[in-house]
C-alpha cells in the first residue's frame, strides 16, 4: 500500500519502465529468477564487469536517477511535523576508521587560538588587538570514507572501470575522477526506510560477523509492516554503532551485508543502502577472487550508492521505520566518497 | 503577516518573553534606542563584552534555541513541492578560502586508485585481485571555514571568552573548545530568507568592499515583500559568489556586511546569518580595535551562527527569498566551524 | 685518555670553568654529592623547576653550546677514512611512531603521477606533453617526533616553563616557540659515542621495559674502552630497532634510560643523549607526579637535545664506538623537534 | 690540479673507465662532440628517452654510484678545520614553495602546548600533572620538493619510464615508487663546488629569468681557479635566495640554469646539481614538447640528483669555493624527493 502510493505520487515509473528494457533490467530479472552467485558474480570462467546505465552512455548518478521533484514532493507531503532526527555522528580524535589500507585516520588541530594568536600575531594586529578579539581556528583531515558519508560510484569499480564502463584510464587522475565524483551526488530527499535487523532479531546487536540476508531483510520489513520501493533509502541497523565510543570494539569483526541480502535491495529498488556499521558488508568475502563484493556488488554493477556509519540508534528506539531522509554530502570534486549529516523526518 | 503566522506557529513566544526579561533582551533594546556604535562597540573607555545567553549559564547553542519542533513543523508544512535548491558550492583544489593567517588550502589527494593499488597492494590481496577489484580512495585536508560553513560561537569571542562568558583557559584546548563546538550545532530546519541586496540594487554584483547597511537590508526585504521573523536563517546575496571559480577574483576585496546591518539584522530576531561572500562582512573593519568587528558581534555578544561561501545564485535567479532551510553541518568535535551542505525548498 | 686529548683539542676547557661557576654546574654538583631522585626530581615538598643556562639568560642553545669550531675541528681531524654509517631509518606508511596522545601518523601521498597527470594536467599543458614530460610528486605529513630525530628544548618543561626559564605564556603561540625552536639547532659535528647495553649484556635486544641505569653505562663503557667527554653525542643501544618493520612489535613495552642512567650522563658532561627506540626512557616513570621524567630532566633541567630512534644496528655489528657524528636536523621554524639523518665517521 | 689530485685519490678511475663503455659515456661523448639540442632533446622525429644506467640494468642510483669509501676519504682528509657552514634554509608557515601545480604549501600546527594539554589531556593524567609537565608537540606537512632538498631520479621521467627503464606502470603505486625512491638515496659526503655566477657577474643577483649557460660556469671556475671533476655536488649561485624571506619575490621568476649549462655541468662529471633557487633551470623551457627540459636531462637521461633551494650566501660571502659537502635526505620510502640540511667544511 505504501509502495503504491509511492510509485503514484512519485512518478517513476517512465524510468521503470526504462529500465525494464535495458541491461540493468535484465541483470536484475536474472537475480530475481535464478538467485544463484554463480550468476551475478563468479560464474565459472566469466569474471562479473561493470554495469551499463538504463540512464545512457553519460550518466554519471545510477540510481539516485531515481530521485525527482515528484519523489520528493511524495515524501515532503507526508512530513509528520517538526519533530526530527540526526543521523550522523560526531567526528573526533582516535575516531573509528577505516585503518588496514593506511589511510590517514581523522585529524582535527587548533590553528589560532585566543591566547596562541597573542604570540603568533598571524593577523599583524599586535598584541593589544589580539588580546582583545580572541580568534579561534582550527583544520582537519580525513580520509573520504570517515564518519557518516556517502560512497560516490567510483569508490569501486571492476577491471579498471567504474559503473557505466568509465575506465580509470581516461577518467581519473591525480586530482580524483573526471566522472562519478562526489561533487555530482544531489542532495538527497527520499523516502528512508530502516530495517532494523537487530530488534528483529531480538538483539542489541548482531553478534560479530553475522551476515545479514535477504530472509532478515524481508522478515525485519514484514514485523515493521513496511514495503521497500523503488527509490528507497535502505538503512540496516545491525547494533554496531552502540560501541562508536570504543574505536577498537567498534571496528572489531563487525555484523554486515551479505550478498544475497544484497540483491535483494537491488532487487527491491533501493536508490541508496547504508548501515550502521564501518563497511556495510560483512568479512571475510564470500566471492571467490573479490575481497569487497557488496561494493563492487551495488557500486559497480548496480549504480547504487552505500552510507555508512550511520546513526540509527535514536529511529530505531522511537521505532521510526519510514521518514523522509534529507542530507547532502559535501560537494568534494573528484572524490569517490563524501560525509553528510542526514536527518530523518517522521512521516505521517 | 509572514512574520505573526510564523510566531504563532513556532510558538516562540515564551522564549521571546524570557528574552526581554534578560542580558540579552537589555543589548537589543539599548540599540533599538541608541543605535550608536558607542554603546554596544567602542565607547568611550569600555570595550564590548561577550554576552550572557538567556537560556541559561551553561548554554552553548545561542540563538539556535530559537528552533523548536513547533518552527521545524512551521516550516515545513509550508514547504510547495519537491522543487529543490542546492546552496553549497564545491570544494576542489585550488579554492577560494581564507589565506591571510597561514591556515592550510583545500588539499584533496587520492589514497587508492585502481592502477596504483596493482603496485602498492594496500590490502595485500595480489596483483590479480587488485587487477580485477578497482578501489579508488582520497582523502582531503581543510580549514574548517573552507567552501559553504557554518561557524560555531567559539569562532570568534572577546578578550579571551566566548559567548555565554566561557573562557578559553578554561574550555579551550588542543583539540578544540569544549564549549560551542561544531559538535553541538544541530541539523537546520528553519524559515530561511534571501535578503537579495544585489538585486535589489539592480547589479549583479555590489562593488567591491560595498558594506551592507540596514538601509539595504530594510529596502531589500521591502522590495521582496517580505518582514524578517524571530528565528530565521538570513542569507545576504552580494552576488560576489559568480566569481568562485576564479579564486583570486572571488576574494578580491569582497563586499560585505556592515555594524549597522548586521545591528538590524539581530533587531530582526536572525537565528543564523549568512552570505554568498568569504568572510561575511566588509573589511576594513569600522570599529578601532577590532579587526572582525561584525563577527564579535553576531557570535560573541549575541550567540548568532554565522554561514558563509553560501551558493545564492539559483535561489536569486528564481526569486526563491522565502524557503526552508535544511541542512546539517558535519560534527567536528571541538571545531569553531564546519562544512555544510544546505538546500532550500520553496514555501507555500 | 680519549678523553683527556679530546679536551685539550676541543677548547672546551673555558667553557667548563664557566659551567663551574654557575647554576649548571652546582646542580651537576648536588648529583655527584648526593646521587638521590629525592634532590633533583621531587623532594618532599618541592617540585623540580627548569634549569638556568649558564650560557646567559637568552641562551636557546643548552648544551650544544659545547660544540665550537675547535670541537669539529678535533673530531674531523680523527676521521679515519671514507667509511661510512647511516645513522636513519626510513618512512613508510605504517612506521612506527607516537600514537597514545592521539598525534597524526606518517601519512605519503602522492600528488601528481606519470599516469595521472595525463588526466588531471596540473600544468595546463596538455595530455601530449604530459604524456612525454612524466611527472611525479609526492606530499608528507608527520608528528615532528617521526622516525630519526631530535627533540628540542621545548619539547618538555616544567610547570609552564621551559629550560633557561621562557614560559609558554610569553613565548609560545600557535606557530611554535619563538625560543628554542628546531631553527635554532644547528647541524652537529661532533664525537659520537655509542653505549652498546644489548652487546654488553650479551643479549640481542634489553628486555621489554628494561630500564638502563647508571652501572649498565659504566659496565658498557668499561668493556668497550672508553669514556665520556664533556660535549658527546652519547647513543645508547637496547637492540629494539631490530624490531623497526614491524610496527607492532617496536613500540610494545620497550627497554629505554632510568633517572638514574640519565643523571650519569649529564654527569658525563653528554650534549646530546639518544637511543635506538622511540622514546629513549624506560615507561612508567619512577617520579611520582611526571609521567616523562627523564625527558623533563634532560631537555627542561639540563638543556639537553635527545635523539629517538636511531639507527645503530650496523655501527654496533662493526664495534664502532667512538665516531664522527654529523647531521643536519630540519630547521623546522618553532618546532619541538624535527627529523635528522645523521652518519658516523669512523676515527682514527 | 684539484682535480687531478681528487681523481687519484678518489679511486674513480675504475668506474670511469667502465663508463667509457657504456650508453653513458656514450651520450657524454655525443654531446662533447655535437653539443647541439637536436642531438640529446629534441632531434627532427625523435623526442629523447630516459637514459640506460651504465651500472646495469638494475641500478637505481645512477650518477650516485661515483660515490664510494675512496672518494669519501678523499674528500674528508682534506678538510681544513672545524669551520662549517650550514647550506639549509629554514621551514616556516607562508616559506616559498612549488605553487603552481596545487601542491601543498608547508604546514606546520601545534598538537600540544602546555596550557592546552591542562584541558585537553591527551595522556590521560589529570589536570595536576599537564600543569607540572610542560608538553609540547607539533606537526608538519610538506609538498616533498620544500625547503632546501634533493629530487629523486623517478621525480621526471620521460614517456612513463624513468632513469633506467622503469616504467610507472611497472613500479609506480599509491605509496610511491618501488625504484629510486629517496630511501635510496644515501647520505652525501662528496666534494662540493660552489660555481657563484652572480658574484662572477659582479651583481648581488643575476636578473630575473637569467639563463645560466655554459660561458658562465667555465667563466666562474676560472675566476674561482677551480676544476669541475667526476663525483662533485655542484652548487650555482644565482643569488636569489637573499630573497627568501619575501616569498613573492623568491618566487617570482627566477633566474636558473639553461640546457646548455647543464650538458656542460653533465660533461664534466657532476653527480649531483643543485642552485639556490626554486626549482633550478630557468623558465620557460628552450626546448619544445617539454615544459622543464632541464629536469628530464639531469635525472631522466643522466642519472643526476639535483638540489634546490641550497643557501649559499655564506659560503659565497666567504669565498669557499670548494668544501665538503656532507648532508643526508630524509629517507622518504618510494618518494620523488627529500628534505635535507647538508653543511660544508672547507678543504685545505
Known amino acids: 500500500m505504501q509502495r503504491m502510493t509511492f510509485l503514484y505520487l512519485s512518478g517513476v515509473c517512465a524510468v521503470l519502465l526504462a529500465i525494464t528494457s535495458s541491461a540493468y533490467a535484465h541483470q536484475a530479472v536474472g537475480e530475481n529468477l535464478q538467485g544463484s552467485d554463480s550468476e551475478t558474480i563468479s560464474s565459472a570462467g566469466a569474471q562479473p564487469t561493470v554495469g551499463k546505465s538504463p540512464w ?3 550518466d554519471e548518478l545510477g540510481r539516485l536517477n531515481l530521485m525527482t521533484d515528484e519523489s520528493r514532493a511524495a515524501v515532503l507531503s507526508r512530513v509528520a511535523g517538526g519533530n526530527m532526527y540526526d543521523l550522523a555522528e560526531e567526528y573526533f580524535m582516535g575516531m573509528p576508521g577505516w585503518f588496514p589500507a593506511g589511510d590517514p585516520r581523522y585529524n582535527f588541530w587548533m590553528t589560532h587560538t585566543p591566547r596562541g594568536t597573542i604570540i603568533a600575531d598571524p593577523m599583524n594586529v599586535g598584541q593589544e588587538m589580539n588580546e582583545h578579539v580572541s580568534y579561534t581556528g582550527s583544520a582537519f583531515s580525513m580520509y573520504s570514507h570517515t564518519g557518516t558519508h556517502i560512497d560516490a560510484l567510483n569508490h569501486f569499480g571492476l577491471n579498471g572501470e567504474i559503473y557505466n564502463g568509465f575506465s580509470a584510464e581516461e577518467y581519473q587522475g591525480d586530482h580524483g575522477w573526471t566522472k562519478t565524483g562526489a561533487e555530482t551526488i544531489p542532495p538527497i530527499v527520499a523516502r528512508g526506510v530502516l530495517i532494523d535487523v537487530a530488534a528483529y532479531k531480538g538483539v542489541a546487536e548482531l553478534s560479530p560477523g553475522y551476515r545479514v540476508e535477504r530472509d532478515d531483510l524481508v ?5 515493521q509492516q513496511l514495503e521497500l520501493a523503488e527509490g528507497d ?4 541497523r545491525t547494533g554496531r554503532m552502540r560501541r562508536y565510543d570504543d574505536t577498537e570494539a567498534y571496528l572489531e569483526n563487525p555484523p554486515g551485508l551479505g ?21 556495510l558488508e560483512a568479512f571475510p568475502s564470500e566471492v571467490e577472487g573479490n575481497y569487497i563484493p557488496v561494493h563492487t556488488y551495488l557500486l559497480a554493477q548496480h549504480g547504487i550508492p552505500i552510507m555508512e556509519l550511520v546513526y540509527l540508534e535514536d529511529i530505531s528506539k522511537d521505532k521510526i521505520y519510514e521518514f523522509a531522509f534529507i542530507g547532502g554530502s559535501l560537494r568534494l ?7 553528510m549529516r542526514p536527518i530523518a523526518l517522521p512521516l505521517r
Do not use: F, H, K, Q
Not at 219 to 223: K, P, Q, R, T, Y
Not at 259 to 279: H, P
Open 333 to 339: 570534486r573528484g572524490a569517490d566518497a563524501a560525509p
Open 219 to 223: 522478515g525485519a520489513l514484514e514485523s
Open 259 to 279: 550478498m544475497d541480502g544484497a540483491r535483494y535491495l537491488v532487487e527491491s529498488g533501493a536508490m541508496i543502502v547504508g548501515a550502521d556499521n564501518l563497511s
Open 56 to 58: 545512457g552512455p553519460d
Open 233 to 236: 533509502v535502505v538503512l540496516i
